[in-house]
């Protein structure tokens, strides 16, 4: 146990985390300090009107930070103990405004102001963001935030004016010098503890301590879950900043990535190393929330709406499960086992996912939501084929929205396979991917649209895929 | 021109500038209710205990188990109100229920020290009840003949013969979805007594002085005793126009029971399944056409969902048929309505306020009959405008018709609609997987309280002895920039640069007996009343100002902060000090009325609207074939303000109402649970991971907005028109676009219905019914995929449509929505 007193640096001041518990969130805190810049606009990661700047190392060199946002009603307040943190208040003030803040002010980029701090964080994380190319933003800067007010076009107006950092701007400057490091904390709270695990071995030494404990990565799931649901566990173990579940490896056989990297990261490291991954990770919740978001809390959740585990499904992926006693791989088609069950032992963890190599060349990813970004999946279909000599040679098809779990479409697979890549092959074949599964009515989507979406995916994939093959007889 | 509307030379009215609270929004200084919590000492946390049923009856309430609970200091119930049990203004909404009428109404409170507390207390009270049959779906009703309120007809001439001497009729109806407001503010109040007993309730409301008098209804307190501010809202559409009351009750009702402040902000689930939303509607109709496809006729029954009490339901659904007609001319005309009571949240004022609804019942008719009439639908629209000298069914002369055309003929021009519309057939033709539709609607909006006594402001204007002014009037700034415009008519109206004039936060003892800031009327009102306050201040400094510079007061003039005549001219200050020194009394109340309005709402007729505003825009969307997901290429507004009296606010408010009408009839889907099982009646989009609101990343690739020129109003402050509601129905220009490019995957000419809301999977079953025409499809198969039946004109015939079809969300092709309501099984 460590004695020193838990405190994060909130816009250059220490601020302590009296009356802190594990299943108080980020948001709440800085609130109550009389932060109340960011604002709570649904608790649940989707409005990022909570947006928050946190330094974080930076995924494209360790030696640096990133000003990261973050939703901090997701957050825990306790993981920022040590870190250093920005609210909209400290980047400027009604009197000395930040460049983001002045190109919002000017252009009318508020109305009702209740969403403004949230996309002040959201764009001064993209100002700040090292490997931005020229002075606009990327599209996707901005997809956690919404607005019920303006519109947009203002906001975008003023993401697409946005300059360089000057080179005396202090937090610009900040960003030369590495993150804070993560710190072993350890917080007692009134209705709930929390303790951040140092290394994989602490981690290890935690759940065997609390067996009760939860573990938490990005928040993502798990911030919903405390707000909305009412969860108050006894006892959480961080586990986000633990180096053996941040790795990530590339050798001839296989992409191994860790399974507390944030998918921002997994993103930019990756740098569409594995198409199919970097299809997804674009179109899997927003900026805000891949900037905590993991693999390892994707697969573990185990929902059968979950976006990674369909891709992981047509990439063969394997899951690689830790605990003290040592590791296992298994293939991911056996991880799940039921609604919201796996294989996972309570004293494993996920320590990273393994992606053999070679990789299947022709490839799509389809999400099927009411919105094109941010939004939960009705149906996706993941597909992964090789086609030698006009015929289709192997085919993994992973789905996600139609059944308890993500599953393989074992029976289209089979109905490729073997199969010339012909118009005649995928008709049938997307006649009996739509028999895969049982899929439902919910509020997402009717049953009948979702198992039309299935053949939709594999006839687009053709349509995208087929053209110019079909008359040279060859696939490229 | 009327001195009201003149407006004289370099205004500080007309000036872009940006939002008066601007660089404390982008700095989050600006505080909101809630904000005030960590700001107020002692404050007590409130939690709701929600009914699970959509109606029972409460047969027990024990509340003991809550007091064992740490840090919970008192359970509010029915017996502590010391007034009346009411939310509302028509006695139907008790605060503390015995009947629970919709899922997640709130039957007591639980106050505690921390929120924690309060919600923990809440979840230990235990509460039995009796579940009684509840009717959830509009459909529902109908057929059980459950309504509420008046059942208003709108008729003009006789719409039997018409039909009869129409060359085509056809029949049909829609179900019209709802929507939430999503405010990103939720609803917050917090309640203090002070020493004298006197309640200050500041609350993120609408309508400060109707939350004030519930206040008091509920504490059984004289108004006098009562005061309510609103600092802000983070959004309002509506939705805080009565729904802020009862949460300000129970805020004030804990606060005089406990003597500690007490603070109730909803989070989002408790917003979404406790507070009304915009009125779903279903609509039944026959319309007639003559040869010319000019419409002759129009017979429809309008049913809005108005929840479980009345709310404003009555007022809505006034103003749905008094928009039925939108933009076209029909003869003869009778529309029903009716409110059907189901035991859902009570649906409210949304922007708009029945007017989308009613305008869309007619766009929807003639995207759908467009095709059946072998005619262009822009075409079609536009050879139906009203012209000069016609009147709407309600009797109202349509004033400046000509501004409609005048603003097609302006956006057809700018858009480049001609050769869009060719890309647009050579794109269609040369892609199987994709189509685009270009479709251009119009907007024709009154503008006014229906209720003619609503069309009232108040305002109170100080000016310091140092100069400075300080204004306040009785409206509410929820982001639609009313607080800067007011600024700004007051800067013009006192000749002073901007910087001079400050505005103080809308309370109930400051200015009176307001009307809800709403109906898109807060500047007209409030900008009438702060310039009448203010032209008695410079009425009272000409005199001064005159017989210091020697000159009739008539010859003064105010501008750029100098008070001049006859060639010299004195300070702002000097004046305003001499008048001091003078004992010239150097504030004023200001007071405006509508004049020229008049409504017979039992024989809906009458001038109810001080004038119309105007708006015309065209839509490009493409769709995709796999799957009926869309992307929206381009928009291009012309939109009608008047003479802007803030432009850069002025085209947010067109952009943003744009955007959610968007949202209302393409992405955002309430969902409510119809079916029989345990959560019957419950909301089953109940936060922001299911109920989608537009994001970013659809907006428009190409967005433009211009204001209507020459468009001065006469008789309306500085010659501007109200600009809040009317955008929103700009956006059945992508409703129709979505239709035209669905209907590009089937044969020529063929027409399509397009369920409401048109989210992917709609305009997939959209598609998938254009695919299934064949090529040559006879008229009455055509209008079959469009959900309309040609018909005889006989009125007999109606019976035929009575509710006994496809439900709300249901694809219009059979077997999908035999699959629909067959959940699970397989093909
Ligand atoms: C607004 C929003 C949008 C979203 N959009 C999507 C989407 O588009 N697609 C999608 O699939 N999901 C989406 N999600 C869900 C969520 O973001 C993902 O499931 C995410 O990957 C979870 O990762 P995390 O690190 O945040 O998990 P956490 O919330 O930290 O943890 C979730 C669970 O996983 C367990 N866990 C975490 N890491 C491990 C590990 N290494 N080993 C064992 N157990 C572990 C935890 O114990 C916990 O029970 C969304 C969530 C939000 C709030
Ligand atoms: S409050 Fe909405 S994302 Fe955090
Ligand atoms: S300005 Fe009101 S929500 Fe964005």
Redesign the interface.
């Known amino acids: 146990m460590s004695s020193r007193m838990p405190s994060a640096t909130v816009n250059g001041t220490p601020l302590g985390f009296e009356g802190v518990s594990g299943a108080t969130n980020a948001l709440d805190w800085l609130r109550s300090k009389g932060l109340t810049g960011a604002k709570e606009g649904c608790a649940e990661g989707e409005c990022g009107a909570c947006a928050v700047l946190v330094a974080r190392p930076s995924p494209t060199d360790d030696a640096t930070t990133e000003w990261t946002a973050v939703n901090a009603c997701l957050v825990p307040a306790a993981s920022l103990d040590g870190q250093e943190v920005v609210t909209v208040e400290g980047l400027g003030s009604p009197d000395d405004l930040h460049p983001v803040q002045r190109e919002m002010a000017v252009r009318g980029g508020s109305q009702c102001g209740f969403c403004t701090p949230g996309f002040v964080c959201s764009l001064a994380a993209e100002y700040y963001r090292a490997d931005r190319t020229d002075a606009g933003c990327d599209a996707h800067a901005l997809s956690g935030n919404l607005c019920r007010c303006t519109g947009y076009r203002p906001i975008r107006d003023a993401a697409d004016a946005l300059g360089m950092p000057s080179g005396d701007d202090p937090l610009g400057r900040r960003r030369d010098a590495p993150a804070p490091d993560a710190v072993p904390t350890r917080l007692v709270g009134a209705t709930g503890s929390y303790a951040r695990a140092a290394d994989l071995a602490d981690a290890f030494a935690l759940l065997a301590e609390h067996p009760e404990a939860v573990l938490v990565a990005g928040s993502t799931d798990w911030g919903v879950e405390v707000n909305l649901r009412g969860a108050r566990p006894p006892f959480v173990i961080a586990i986000d900043r633990v180096a053996e579940l941040r790795m990530l490896d590339d050798d001839d056989d296989a992409v191994v990535v860790g399974a507390a990297l944030t998918l921002s990261e997994v993103e930019r490291r990756l740098d569409g190393r594995v198409p199919l991954l970097a299809e997804l990770l674009p179109q899997f919740a927003s900026r805000l929330i891949r900037n905590g978001a993991t693999l390892g809390g994707n697969l573990a959740t185990a929902s059968p709406i979950g976006d990674a585990a369909p891709v992981l499904l047509a990439l063969d992926a394997e899951v690689v499960l830790a605990s003290s006693g040592g590791e296992r791989t298994l293939p991911i088609s056996e991880f799940f086992t039921g609604y919201r069950t796996t294989v996972r032992r309570p004293d494993e963890l996920i320590r990273a996912v393994r992606i053999p190599l070679p990789l299947s060349p022709v490839t799509a990813f389809t999400k099927i939501a009411k919105r094109r970004f941010d939004d939960i999946s009705g149906v996706a279909v993941a597909c992964a084929l090789e086609v030698e000599d006009g015929s289709v040679t192997r085919a993994r098809i992973g789905l996600g929205g139609v059944a308890a779990t993500p599953i393989r479409a074992f029976a289209t697979e089979q109905s490729l396979e073997g199969h010339p890549w012909s118009e005649l092959t995928v008709h049938a074949a997307a006649e009996v991917l739509r028999g895969e599964g049982t899929p439902i009515d919910d509020l997402r989507a009717s049953a009948a649209y979702r198992r039309a979406m299935l053949g939709s995916a594999l006839l687009r994939l053709y349509a995208d895929h087929a053209q110019p093959t079909t008359t040279e007889g060859a696939r490229a | 021109m009327s001195s009201l509307s003149q407006r004289p030379a370099d205004a500080v009215v007309g000036q872009a500038i ?2 008066e ?12 209710t809630d ?1 005030l919590v ?2 107020t000492a002692g404050v007590l946390h409130a939690w709701p205990v929600q009914s699970p049923h959509a109606r029972a009856t409460v047969t027990a309430l024990r509340v003991e188990a809550a007091y064992d609970v740490g840090g919970v200091v008192r359970v509010l119930t029915a017996a502590d109100v010391p007034g009346l049990n009411d939310a509302g203004v028509k006695g139907d909404e008790p605060l503390f229920p015995d009947e629970a009428c919709y899922v997640g109404q709130a039957v007591c409170w639980v106050l505690g020290e921390t929120l ?1 507390a309060a ?1 923990v207390g809440a ?1 230990a009270v235990e509460v039995d009840y009796a579940p009684l049959p509840a009717i959830i779906t509009v459909r529902e009703a109908i057929a059980a003949d459950a309504f509420q309120g008046g059942q208003p007809t709108l008729a003009r001439g006789d719409v039997e013969s018409g039909l009869a001497a129409a060359t085509t009729v056809f029949a049909g109806e829609i179900d019209i979805a709802g929507q939430e ?6 609803h917050a109040s917090i309640a203090l007594v002070d020493e004298a007993g006197q309640v200050f309730v500041q609350s993120s409301t609408q309508h400060p002085s109707e939350t004030q008098s519930i206040v008091a209804q509920v504490l059984a307190r004289p108004s006098n005793a009562v005061t309510v501010q609103c600092l ?4 309002g ?1 509506g939705g805080k126009e009565m729904q802020p009351h009862g949460l300000a009750a129970v805020a004030a009702l804990g606060a005089t029971l406990t003597g500690r402040p007490v603070r109730i902000r909803l ?3 408790q917003d979404m399944t406790m507070t009304g939303k915009r009125h779903g509607f279903h609509a039944q109709w026959r319309v007639g056409f003559d040869a010319d496809a000019r419409l002759v006729a129009l017979d429809a029954t309008l049913t809005s969902d108005g929840g479980w009490s009345l709310d404003l339901s009555e007022p809505v659904l006034a103003r749905a048929l008094c928009h039925i007609d939108n933009a076209y001319w029909i003869p003869d005309v009778r529309v029903n309505g009716r409110i059907a009571r189901t035991n859902k949240t009570s649906q409210t004022a949304f922007r708009g306020f029945g007017g989308p609804q009613g305008m869309l019942v007619i766009e929807d008719i003639l995207g759908r009959c467009a095709p059946l009439l072998g005619i262009d639908p822009a075409e079609l629209r536009r050879r139906n405008f009203y012209v000069e000298g016609q009147a709407t069914p309600y009797g109202q002369r349509v004033r400046h018709p000509e501004r409609l055309v005048h603003a097609w003929d302006d956006l057809a021009a700018r858009a480049d609609l001609g050769r869009r519309r060719e890309e647009v057939a050579v794109f269609n033709a040369e892609h199987p ?1 994709a189509k685009r539709g270009l479709a251009i609607t119009p907007v024709k909006f009154g503008i006014s309280f229906n209720f003619t006594t609503f069309n009232q402001a108040g305002a109170l204007v100080h000016v310091y002895t140092d100069g400075s002014v300080l204004i306040n009037h009785g409206g509410t700034e ?4 009313l607080h800067t415009k007011m600024l700004q008519v007051a800067a013009t109206r006192l000749g002073l640069p901007l910087e001079r004039v400050r505005l103080a936060p809308t309370r109930t003892d400051k200015v009176p007996n307001t009307s809800a800031t709403a109906a898109s009327s807060g500047a007209d009102l409030n900008g009438g009343a702060v310039k009448h306050a203010c032209e008695q201040i410079t009425g009272r400094l000409a005199e001064v100002a005159a017989s210091g510079l020697g000159i009739d007061p008539s010859q003064v003039t105010f501008a750029d902060g100098l008070v001049a005549g006859g060639g010299d001219s004195l300070t702002w200050e000097q004046v305003v000090a001499l008048a001091y020194a003078q004992r010239v009394q150097l504030w004023a109340s200001g007071f405006y009325r509508t004049e020229g309005l008049q409504w017979d709402s039992t024989a809906m007729q009458g001038s109810p609207f001080k004038y119309f505003a105007y708006g015309v825009a065209a839509c490009e969307v493409e769709v995709d074939g ?2 009926g ?1 869309y ?1 929206t290429l381009r928009v291009d507004i012309v939109h009608d303000v008047g003479d802007s009296l803030s432009p ?2 002025d ?2 408010q067109i ?6 009408g968007a949202g209302w009839l393409t ?1 955002e ?1 309430l ?1 409510w649970d119809e079916s029989d099982g345990p959560t019957r009646g419950r909301l ?2 109940q ?4 109920y ?8 428009p690739e190409v ?1 433009t907005v211009s204001l209507l020129e020459h468009a001065h109003e006469d008789g309306v402050v500085y010659g501007s028109k109200a600009v809040g509601e009317p955008p929103l129905m700009l956006a059945f220009s992508v409703r129709e676009a979505l239709r035209q490019a669905a209907a590009a995957f089937g044969p020529d000419g063929c027409a399509v219905h397009l369920a409401t809301p048109a ?3 709609a305009v ?2 959209a598609i998938e019914s254009a695919r299934s025409q064949p090529v040559e499809a006879s008229l009455p198969h055509r209008a079959e995929a469009a959900g309309v039946t040609i018909d005889s004109g006989d009125p007999s015939a109606q019976d035929e449509h009575e509710p006994d079809q496809p439900e709300p969300d249901a ?1 219009p092709i059979a077997p ?1 929505s035999e ?2 309501a067959d ?5």
């Open positions: 940006p939002h609270s601007a660089t404390l929004h982008v700095t989050g200084a600006a505080l909101y904000d960590g700001r924690e919600r979840a407001h999503f405010y990103l503010e939720t802000r809202m983070g959004g559409f989070n989002r689930t997987h929820m982001g639609q920039g796999f799957t997901a992307r850069l606010v085209i947010g952009e943003g109402g744009f955007v959610q992405l889907d969902r089953a989009t936060s922001a991971s299911t989608k609101l537009p994001s970013l990343s659809e907006m967005f989210t992917p999977e997939w079953w694809p999908e699959q629909l959940s699970g099984s397989p093909r």
